[in-house]
């Protein structure tokens, strides 16, 4: 079964996402299917990245409608230089996502596909993923159904940053990562990290 999500990112004014936090944490209380909302640390700085889980797709985007049309989205408008809202569809092998902390840190791996690339992709992850997943979790894969397409993204967390250096090279030297040939399939490449705010229920 695949799952559906609403993946947000807001860029930002340098310097400004502290000051984001408590209105964020308002705009954001009864958005359906809350799960998460970070901050970047490294990589694309001052960027807000939202994740939601979608049940509804028509519900989905009536909800966007409203964000958008509130002259103020999520209550940030002030600090706002950029905006996209799309919708990904998790690896039908994977979880669906839940909440808890399984940070703080989260790298976000964002890739455009080549135009014959998400089968092959597709494939190779649900070979090798049990691989990977005994060395440290992945949290989710998946790709766009809307925007540009076909958009990767896969997120995997890590309680510190020597943390993800350590387990990633041992991934790669007991060859369990990447898939081989995975690469092959790529246009695209930007890895970015994300720590959570404090109400987020992904942390």
């Not at 007991?174 to 970015?192: I, K, M, V």
């Amino acid at each position: 079964m695949s799952h559906y999500y609403d993946v947000t990112i807001i860029s930002v004014r340098p310097g400004t996402h502290p000051r984001t936090a408590a209105a964020l944490e308002d705009g954001l209380s009864g958005a359906p299917g809350f799960l998460g909302c970070w901050y970047s640390e490294i990589g694309a700085l001052n960027r807000i990245l939202i994740i939601r889980q979608v049940d509804d797709v028509a519900a989905d985007l009536a909800w966007r409608a409203a964000v958008l049309n509130s002259g103020d989205p999520f209550g940030i408008g002030q600090f706002v230089t950029g905006l996209s809202m799309d919708t990904y569809t998790a690896f039908d092998f994977l979880p669906p996502l839940q909440a808890g902390e399984f940070g703080p840190y989260y790298e976000v791996r964002s890739y455009v596909l080549k135009p014959d690339g998400l089968g092959p992709t597709r494939a190779l992850w649900r070979e090798w993923v049990p691989r990977r997943v005994a060395v440290s979790p992945l949290l989710t894969a998946m790709t766009s159904v809307s925007g540009t397409v076909a958009r990767f993204m896969h997120i995997w967390p890590y309680k510190t940053l020597d943390e993800r250096a350590r387990l990633r090279a041992k991934a790669v030297a007991e060859n369990l990562w990447p898939p081989r040939g995975g690469p092959d399939h790529l246009l695209e490449q930007q890895t970015d990290i994300y720590l959570p705010f404090a109400f987020s229920p992904l942390r």
